[in-house]
């Protein structure tokens, strides 16, 4: 069975650009959340997104945003780049969210999207 | 404000032995707790939970311990394997699971 996928695997870009990071869940997983990691940090939630529409947001500016896809797929956008973005960039997906039972909720991370800002 | 914390950014335990990492929260709303294992250039993989309404859970050479007085969990591995080598999150949620914190992770070296 294939897990979350992420793409692109590394990003390089310059301060002031926007850049697009793709996520597909694991098939059947609805719930779809975005982590940045910097480096020597544990993951900082930013989205979740379950059933196509934002279910959580962590603290983080107006800059980042994301969407849901019918397929259940996902897109988190970054505008007006800055040197602090730089991160890994986790996407993970969960067969639900705020089910009764906790197994629902377990999270599957990808391998994640490194992404550079000169 | 950091609401799950791993004090202790690196451990060394000889194979065999028992490694126990430790990890302390703040927010008493919290009622699921995880722990993720996780390899350079690989995303966390689950590794056990535990709900609030539980003090221990075990699964296989791993038990996680759950004290919601001192709001402190921990992950004991015995016995250690070089292969446990890995950098070791805790994560917590309450009962919506619609947001998951981390620590800062904790570097397990497995010495053979």
């Known amino acids: 069975d294939a897990g979350v996928t992420q793409s692109p695997t590394h990003l390089i870009k310059t301060r002031g650009q926007h850049v697009t990071l793709r996520c597909s869940p694991i098939?059947?997983?609805?719930?779809v959340s975005w982590y940045q990691q910097v480096l020597g940090q544990g993951p900082q939630f930013i989205f979740q997104?379950?059933?196509?529409?934002?279910?959580g947001r962590g603290n983080f500016p107006d800059r980042f945003s994301a969407r849901q896809f019918p397929n259940y797929s996902s897109e988190l956008n970054v505008n007006a780049l800055l040197l602090g973005d730089s991160a890994l960039y986790l996407c993970?997906?969960?067969?639900?969210?705020?089910?009764?039972?906790?197994?629902?909720?377990?999270?599957?991370f990808g391998p994640g999207t490194r992404l550079t800002v000169l | 404000d950091q609401q799950v914390k791993q004090n202790s950014p690196s451990l060394s335990v000889q194979e065999g032995r028992i490694s126990i990492l430790n990890c302390d929260y703040t927010?008493?709303?919290?009622?699921?707790f995880l722990w993720y294992k996780k390899y350079p250039a690989e995303g966390p993989t689950f590794l056990i939970s535990?709900?609030?309404?539980?003090d221990k859970n075990e699964d296989g050479r791993f038990t996680v311990f759950l004290n919601k007085s001192a709001k402190h969990l921990s992950l004991h591995i015995v016995p250690s394997q070089p292969g446990d080598s890995a950098v070791y999150f805790c994560a917590a949620s309450g009962n919506t699971g619609n947001q998951f914190y981390f620590g800062t992770g904790t570097s397990l070296t497995v010495i053979p």
């Open positions: 927010n008493s709303m919290f009622d699921y």
């Open positions: 535990i709900s609030s309404i539980k």
């Open positions: 993970a997906s969960s067969l639900a969210q705020g089910a009764y039972s906790f197994s629902y909720n377990e999270q599957f």
């Open positions: 997104y379950y059933e196509k529409e934002e279910r």
């Open positions: 098939s059947g997983h609805k719930s």
